[in-house]
């Protein structure tokens, strides 16, 4: 390699090496939008996509009370659906990183990623052949005498919380036993020669070491969450409604320029969100500086 080819290749930006794959990318996502945009300003009557550029759909989904319920069930359903998966994902990953067996350790790791290897229906299936009113959960409650009646479980809100949280996992332990195996051994054992206890080491060094990637990863959960459409169709029995179903409906109805609007709406909404999470968590860091 010549010095002039090093002194190239070490002047070149780093993030060049992404674009051979992020243009294309970058393509389809916008002429998606612009597509979708489109579908949203042109007029619906009659069962029919008209021509010509109206507002009439912003204006419908607007004024309509039931889309916004909807909208609000979606940010709910998100939020605690992202709390409860990093909740749970978080000690998961600590234990997974301080597992010794190499064994032990791979079965753990193929049993969180199992959910992603079944169909939605089949754990569909699965999760109402546990939470139905005559699943496992009730009859077992029964049969111990804590319940005389079924629990109503399943078409309902915590069903969907729990098959959804089910599937989210490996999405949540894999990057936060990334961030958590590095954490600076040495810092934990500085802690531990200065007399700090298990519950001090966690929340002074190693709690705060990783909750960035908390963050980010309430944010991955909860954005996939709002955008899921099967999880909730089948295990909410028409109770539970997100926005994602809507559009479903809309497509089926050929309403599609209702389905652009409600689209877009689920983007910003998830940009919102997102957003605001962000701007809070930088506010908290630097008042507790």
Avoid: K
Avoid at 36 to 44: E, I, K, Q, V
Avoid at 89 to 98: E, F, V
């Amino acid at each position: 390699m010549t010095d002039a080819t090093a002194r190239l290749r070490a002047g070149t930006p780093r993030y060049l090496l992404v674009l051979p794959a992020l243009v294309p990318l970058a393509i389809i996502f916008i002429g998606s939008l612009l597509r979708l945009a489109d579908l949203g300003l042109r007029p619906f009557r009659d069962g029919q996509i008209g021509t010509g550029v109206t507002t009439d759909n912003l204006r419908r989904f607007v004024e309509d009370p039931y889309t916004w319920r909807v909208l609000g069930d979606t940010v709910l359903l998100g939020v605690v659906c992202a709390i409860v998966t990093v909740i749970v994902a978080y000690p998961m990953a600590l234990a997974l990183h301080r597992l010794r067996s190499g064994a032990l350790r791979a079965l753990a790791l193929f049993l969180i990623f199992s959910p992603l290897l079944t169909s939605v229906v089949v754990r569909a299936y699965g999760w109402n052949v546990l939470l139905g009113d005559g699943g496992v959960i009730n009859q077992t409650l029964r049969a111990i005498g804590l319940i005389d009646s079924p629990l109503r479980i399943m078409y309902e809100f915590p069903a969907v919380v729990i098959a959804m949280v089910h599937v989210l996992l490996p999405f949540a332990i894999f990057p936060l036993l990334g961030v958590v195996a590095q954490v600076p051994r040495s810092a934990l054992e500085a802690a531990n020669d200065l007399g700090a206890s298990r519950r001090q080491v966690f929340w002074r060094v190693t709690f705060p070491l990783t909750r960035h990637s908390v963050v980010l990863t309430w944010q991955l959960c909860f954005a996939l969450t709002i955008s899921a459409f099967a999880t909730p169709a089948l295990l909410g029995g028409g109770r539970v409604q997100v926005l994602s179903g809507l559009v479903y409906t809309n497509v089926g109805a050929v309403d599609w320029p209702m389905a652009a609007v409600q689209s877009y709406a689920l983007l910003v909404l998830t940009l919102l969100v997102i957003g605001g999470v962000n701007v809070a968590f930088r506010l908290a860091g630097r008042s507790g500086r």
